[in-house]
C-alpha cells in the first residue's frame, strides 16, 4: 500500500480542546497513523503518515467537525515510519510564540494578520513593487540554513518565541514601510508572525498563503525558492528535484550539502549540518567541538 504524509493547521476557536485531543487520538489510532498533532484553543496543528487510503479517511472524518471543515491539507512524499510514533498533545498556543495574549482567533484565522497571498499572487506583487520587498522568514535560522526565498531576512531566532524580541529591534526600523512577506513551512508560523509585525508597525504586510510546501507544489525550482526545505521528521529535507541548488554549508569542510545530523555531545544534541563525506565520524557543534567529549 502507497503511503504518503499530510500536513495541516487551522486557527479556529475551540471550545473543548481536550475532547479534540481525546478524539484525534482515537481516530489516528484506528487509522493506524504516525506523525504530531497540537491541540490547542486557537486550533489544530498535524503531520501525519501512513496509508493513502487511511489518510483519506482522516480528512474525510476530520472535516465532519464543524470547525474543521476548511482544513487546506497538504500532501509530501514520506512514509508512517518517518514518524517514531503517534503524539497528540495539548498546548496554551498553537505555535510557541509566548505572545498568547496578542493573538485573538476567529474562525476566519488569526485576526488582523497579513493579507494572504497565494503563490501567483506573490509573483504579481514582486513585479507591483519591482522586486523591492522584503521577504522574512518566519522559521528559525538552522532551518533557513539549507533552503529560503532569495535574499530573505533570517533573523537570529533558535525557536517562535524569540521572535517577539527579535522583530522589536530598532535596526529594522527602516523597513517598516516596505511591502513584507513573511513565509514559512506550511503557513501557520508566519500566520501569526504577520499580525506581531504588524503590531510593531510594519505597514504593509503579507502572509505566503499555505507556506513554502504549496509555493514549491507550484513553482518548484523555477521560481524564488533556492535550496532544500527543513522537515521535521526523519527525512530532515526535501528537495523539489534532482537539480535543486543546494546552499548549506557542512561546518567541517565548508563543502555545500543539506545533511543535518544531531551534536555528538548528547547533553547538547544540537542540529548540526555536516556533508555525507565527513558523517563517517561523530562530530561535534562549534560550541562543543573543543571540548571534544567521548
Same mark, same amino acid.
Given at each position: 500500500m502507497m503511503q504518503k504524509i499530510i &500536513?495541516?493547521?487551522l486557527f479556529t476557536p475551540l471550545k473543548d480542546p481536550a475532547a479534540v485531543k481525546l478524539w484525534q487520538r482515537t481516530l489516528c489510532e484506528s487509522l493506524n497513523l504516525r506523525g504530531r498533532i497540537i491541540i490547542a484553543h486557537q *486550533? /489544530? $496543528? *498535524?503531520?501525519?503518515g501512513g496509508d493513502i487510503k487511511d489518510l483519506k479517511a482522516y480528512i474525510r472524518q476530520t472535516k465532519q467537525y464543524p470547525g474543521f471543515k476548511d482544513i487546506v491539507f497538504k500532501w509530501s512524499d514520506g512514509q508512517r515510519e518517518n514518524f517514531p510514533r503517534l503524539s497528540v498533545k495539548l498546548r496554551p498556543e498553537l505555535v510557541a510564540f509566548n505572545a498568547a495574549d496578542r493573538i485573538e482567533v476567529n474562525s476566519n484565522g488569526v485576526v488582523g494578520g497579513g493579507k494572504r497571498l497565494k503563490p501567483e499572487q506573490l509573483h504579481e506583487l514582486m513585479r507591483r513593487h519591482n522586486g523591492e520587498v522584503v521577504f522574512v522568514d518566519g522559521r528559525n535560522k538552522w532551518e533557513a540554513s539549507i533552503g529560503r526565498f532569495k535574499n530573505a531576512l533570517v533573523m537570529d531566532v533558535d525557536h517562535s518565541r524569540d521572535f517577539p524580541k527579535a522583530i522589536a529591534d530598532p535596526k529594522y526600523d527602516s523597513i517598516k514601510d516596505k511591502p513584507i512577506v513573511t513565509y514559512c513551512t506550511g503557513g501557520i508560523r508566519c500566520e501569526v508572525l504577520s499580525k506581531l509585525m504588524k503590531d510593531d508597525g510594519f505597514k504593509d504586510v503579507y502572509q505566503l498563503d499555505g507556506g513554502i510546501v504549496k509555493y514549491l507544489e507550484a513553482y518548484g525550482d523555477a *521560481? &524564488?525558492?533556492?535550496g +532544500?526545505?527543513?522537515v521535521f521528521d526523519e527525512r530532515m +529535507? &526535501? $528537495?523539489s528535484s534532482d537539480h535543486t541548488k543546494i546552499i548549506g554549508t557542512c561546518i567541517h569542510c565548508q563543502s555545500k550539502t543539506s545533511n543535518y545530523v544531531n551534536c555528538a555531545n548528547k547533553a547538547c544534541n544540537k542540529l548540526i549540518l555536516v556533508c555525507e563525506r565527513c558523517d563517517d565520524e561523530k562530530f561535534y557543534c562549534l560550541d562543543c567541538q573543543?571540548?571534544? /567529549?567521548t
Open positions: &500536513l495541516f493547521y *486550533g /489544530i $496543528n *498535524g503531520t501525519l *521560481g &524564488l525558492w533556492e +532544500s526545505l527543513f +529535507s &526535501l $528537495n573543543p571540548a571534544r /567529549i
